[in-house]
T-cell receptor, first 115, second 110 residues
Framework: EPEVTQTPSHQVTQMGQEVILRCVPI?????FYWYRQILGQKVEFLVS????????KSEIFDDQFSVERPDGSNFTLKIRSTKLEDSAMYFC?????????????FGEGSWLTVV | AQRVTQPEKLLSVFKGAPVELKCNYS??????LFWYVQYSRQRLQLLLR??SRESIKGFTADLNKGETSFHLKKPFAQEEDSAMYYC????????????FGQGTTLQVKP
């Protein structure tokens, strides 16, 4: 069964550094997402992306964050100037469509630790 | 405001006991409700959705619009059901965004 894959599985970075988290969505999917989960808290929506544009973003997704689909297969989340509170599990997800009956498939997550 | 509430962080039952994982939501329109499950060291995966009205791995969930609830039930818990369960809501935004509850850890003891 096709899966969403994410790299790296775990990254440790120093505060203030830039981080790029990478994702390969399922190949025929058109909608891409990033979610994050701070330890002990709920999974939170960050951003959705369709047709090379952000279609929706949350309050969390400020100017520090950006997303890109640099080629036909990868979908990246960039965090500029990381802060301690950016430490979290970041999940990439993808779906064929939106709306009723749609299924969103998640990757295994990238655990980011900012020190 | 759109919100999903799972009041229990941990639910511990013995094998063979009935299970009910509670989920309440707040949404002004007609949401689609889901249960996602995360087994140890695995990814989040869809367990079931309210529009399918199906039973998956013995689990069922009925949408109660009057009580704004979508509780997950199973009559006889198995040890392999031990996992983290998340209730989630999708609204009418057409962007596919999901709003998750806090999650409930189900622990099934032998």
């Amino acid at each position: 069964e096709p899966e969403v894959t994410q790299t790296p599985s775990h990254q440790v970075t120093q505060m203030g550094q830039e981080v790029i988290l990478r994702c390969v969505p399922i190949s025929n999917h058109l909608y891409f997402y990033w979610y994050r989960q701070i330890l002990g808290q709920k999974v939170e929506f960050l951003v959705s992306f369709y047709n090379n544009e952000i279609s929706e973003k949350s309050e969390i997704f400020d100017d520090q964050f950006s997303v890109e689909r640099p080629d036909g297969s990868n979908f990246t989340l960039k965090i500029r100037s990381t802060k301690l509170e950016d430490s979290a599990m970041y999940f990439c997800a993808s779906s064929e469509s939106t709306g009723v009956g749609n299924t969103i498939y998640f990757g295994e997550g990238s655990w980011l630790t900012v020190v | 405001a759109q919100r999903v509430t799972q009041p229990e962080k941990l639910l511990s039952v013995f094998k063979g006991a009935p299970v009910e994982l509670k989920c309440n939501y707040s949404y002004s329109g007609s949401p689609e409700l889901f249960w996602y499950v995360q087994y140890s060291r695995q990814r989040l995966q869809l367990l079931l959705r309210h529009i399918s009205r199906e039973s998956i791995k013995g689990f069922t969930a009925d949408l109660n619009k009057g009580e704004t609830s979508f509780h997950l039930k199973k009559p006889f818990a198995q040890e392999e059901d031990s996992a983290m369960y998340y209730c989630a809501l999708s609204g009418n935004s057409n962007t596919g965004k999901l709003i998750f509850g806090q999650g409930t850890t189900l622990q099934v003891k032998p």
